[in-house]
């Protein structure tokens, strides 16, 4: 605080004096012509207006931002604030602003920093309040087909036309409060399925993390018209089907449902729907049937007095190993046994040859009825070919897709040309397999199941390669004959989506790759440009300020040189980037010393969010080892340590450490991170505080910092 008489200042107190350089009993002085202060025209405009050339019965508070000159040559920023004061003195008080100044300077620096962060994420991410977008990112800007922020910035989430879905369940630990399944169409005319997360930031705002899932959702489509299909082709069994998985009933056609009329099938174990005497045998068939081996067939009397025959087979429901029952209502057949037998005792002797007889009948009778309700099943697959053949491929029935896909649809043909078609067929297409097709044919002839994909040749319409999903199964003859059913289904289509996925998937990883190279290409015109600039600068400490920046965004080119060098251009390997920065630092600096880089480190990959924080802290680190460690002597060494080590007792995490250690001269006396003006230690705190790691900082034989953080163990899987 100083006093003021007039113009001149007659006192002051002990922070005054100590501020503005002045002893005690200074002459008074006029502080406006006093070279301690620097004024500019629009200061002295000001002055004039509101105190210089204003009556002292109406001069009122000023406040101005000035710079004081000490003696010595320093200088700072600080606020001067002028008011009366009593008996026509005057009151100036002097307050230093330089380090809020430079506070405020680095929160926008660092709030800079973030925003290209923003841009160059993988998801698109949009600010909102009440519904209305206050910013977005690149990536979203992608998704709808935008150029600029200013096109959706203002409008409201139902103006973009989202409409959302339903509910997903938010990721643990994640910070999502919310997560949900969107649909956008986007400027394009195209429909985007989004997988959105919301976030709440402390002024109310919310952050939409969204993910494009129109891909995953279009194959999740196809894989319920597959199994739909499937459910058609069993509903349409005369015979009750159940699918067994665990021995538990994951599906029930409608007869069989009809057969178990008292209970809800679905979920139960199959056991169960049987007496207690018969579960252990049941549940038995159904190990063994897991097990590839066969059963035979057996009856069971249910409580209400109905028979059913059970048969086991091995299948595969919703991409796992499973056991399809078949249960056939034998109640009629078995009473009319019953009745034949009471028959037989009464008149055994007078009609034997009339009971052989009616057996006879009854037995042809059944089985043209199993035959038509076989051939009806068959029949009645639309999309399924399904034939049956011996071991010399003869074809012994087909269903008529079967006759259609040989080339006969609709014409008349014997077997022998059936087979002659089928053997043809077998031929030509061993040159689209990589594998011997006739060898999977004898294995099933062999009584071992097969399932493969099968190339079998050109599509006369559009001259691509026809797909067929193929199934053989051993069929069990009476008379010992060696014979398969074979079922296919064209999967072609799902072929050419399969490869048109691809194909999309790879032209994306080129031209993320052509971002990071223009990125590093950036960088690296940056890095020229500060080059030139220090060749037209005198003052030493402006050249190391250069420098450090030249390092510090040789660092982030570095990052992206690696990964556009990379196919996986989501992760990087960490100790070839560490071995990188630390070369490239050591290079750049001219010293008398020489430095010798010694490394150890572990195989770990590293995410762009983790790779560019921590190159920028080994930058500093290796930068000031290089600028104080090795004052005066001719030798010295810097090494640098990786590891990843696992958690006790949580194995779904592991800890990365990275430790950089010289032989130097050691910390200066009482070294504390929160008391140091130092913008390279600013920066490692800020870094650090990102990647929510732990610093220390030792000082035993030179130098060591370490800094440690936490990361999932399966952050690449998926």
Not at 283 to 312: F, H
Not at 342 to 362: F, H, S
Not at 675 to 680: A, I, K, V
Request: hydrophobic letters at 40%.
């Amino acid at each position: 605080m100083l006093l003021l008489r007039g113009d001149e200042v007659v006192d002051a107190n002990d922070r005054a004096r100590f501020l503005l350089g002045l002893e005690w009993g200074f002459e008074p002085f006029n502080w406006l012509k006093a070279p301690l202060f620097k004024w500019r025209q629009e200061d002295q405009s000001y002055y004039a207006a509101r105190w210089g050339d204003v009556a002292e019965s109406e001069k009122e508070p000023v406040r101005m931002e000035l710079t004081v000159s000490r003696s010595g040559g320093s200088s700072f920023q600080c606020e001067v604030r002028l008011s009366p004061g009593p008996e026509g003195y005057g009151l100036l008080q002097v307050v230093d602003i330089s380090e809020q100044q430079f506070r405020q300077q680095a929160l926008q620096d660092r709030e800079a920093h973030y925003r290209r962060l923003n841009d160059i994420a993988q998801e698109g991410i949009v600010l909102v309040q009440d519904k209305v977008v206050l910013d977005a990112n690149s990536r979203f800007l992608v998704m709808m087909g935008l150029e600029h922020p200013d096109e959706v910035i203002g409008d409201t989430i139902e103006q973009l036309g989202f409409k959302r879905l339903g509910n997903l369940e938010p990721i643990p630990g994640s910070g999502v409060i919310d997560r949900g399944d969107w649909t956008l169409t986007n400027k394009h005319g195209e429909l985007l399925h989004l997988d959105i997360g919301k976030g709440r930031l402390e002024d109310g705002s919310e952050v939409w993390m969204m993910y494009d899932v129109s891909d995953r959702k279009r194959i999740e489509f196809d894989l319920v018209q597959e199994r739909e299909r499937f459910r058609l082709l069993v509903q349409s069994s005369p015979n009750g089907i159940v699918i067994l998985v665990d021995e538990v009933i994951r599906f029930a056609n409608p007869v069989a449902n009809t057969l178990f009329t008292n209970h809800e099938l679905e979920g139960m174990r199959f056991g169960h729907l049987f007496p207690e005497t018969l579960t252990d045998r049941i549940d038995a068939s159904v190990r063994e049937t897991r097990l590839g081996r066969n059963i035979p067939e057996w009856e069971i009397e249910l409580p209400g007095g109905k028979r059913v025959m059970l048969k086991w087979k091995l299948t595969i429901f919703d991409g796992q190993p499973a056991v399809q029952v078949n249960i056939s209502d034998v109640t009629d057949r078995y009473s009319l046994m019953q009745e034949r037998i009471r028959a037989e005792v009464a008149e055994e002797a007078n009609e034997q040859l009339t009971q052989e007889i009616e057996q006879r009948i009854a037995a042809e009778s059944a089985l043209k009825g199993a035959t038509a309700r076989l051939r009806s099943i068959v029949e009645s697959g639309e999309d399924f070919i399904i034939w049956t053949a011996s071991e010399d491929h003869s074809v012994t029935s087909g269903n008529a897709n079967f006759d259609g896909w040989l080339g006969f649809d609709g014409a008349t043909m014997d077997s022998d040309q059936k087979s002659q078609a089928l053997r043809a067929l077998l031929e030509q297409s061993a040159a689209f397999n990589g594998f011997d097709v006739k060898d999977r044919f004898a294995r099933a002839l062999g009584g071992k199941p097969q399932r493969f994909e099968w190339a079998v040749g050109m599509d006369e319409a559009d001259g691509q390669r026809r797909w067929l999903q193929l199934f053989l199964n051993p069929i069990e003859s009476p008379k010992g004959m060696q014979e398969i059913s074979a079922i296919a289904y064209d999967i072609t289509e799902r072929k050419r989506i399969d490869r048109r996925i691809r194909e999309a998937l790879k032209e994306k990883e080129i031209l993320l790759q052509e971002v990071h190279h223009r990125v590093k290409n950036n960088l690296q015109i940056i890095h020229s440009i500060l080059n030139l600039q220090k060749k037209f600068v005198n003052d030493d400490k402006t050249i190391v300020g250069l420098e450090e920046i030249q390092n510090r965004v040789s660092t982030m080119s570095i990052i992206h040189e690696t990964l556009y060098q990379n196919t996986d251009v989501s992760r990087i390997g960490f100790p070839s980037y560490i071995t990188r920065i630390a070369g490239n630092i050591i290079q750049s600096y001219h010293s008398s010393t020489q430095v010798e880089l010694v490394t150890e480190l572990d195989p770990v990959e590293a995410p762009l969010d983790q790779a560019i924080p921590c190159g920028l802290i080994l930058n500093e680190w290796v930068s000031n080892a290089m600028k104080y460690a090795f004052e005066g002597r001719e030798k010295g060494t810097i090494t640098v340590r990786l590891s990843a080590t696992d958690i006790e007792g949580n194995g779904d995490e592991e800890e990365i450490q990275i430790e950089v250690k010289d032989d130097g001269v050691g910390l200066p006396e009482g070294f504390d991170w929160n008391t140091r003006d130092s913008l390279g230690l600013y920066l490692v705190q800020a870094l650090s505080e990102q990647l929510d790691a732990e610093l220390k900082a030792e000082s035993d034989d030179g130098t060591r910092f370490l800094i440690s953080f936490r990361r999932p163990k399966n952050l690449f899987e998926g």
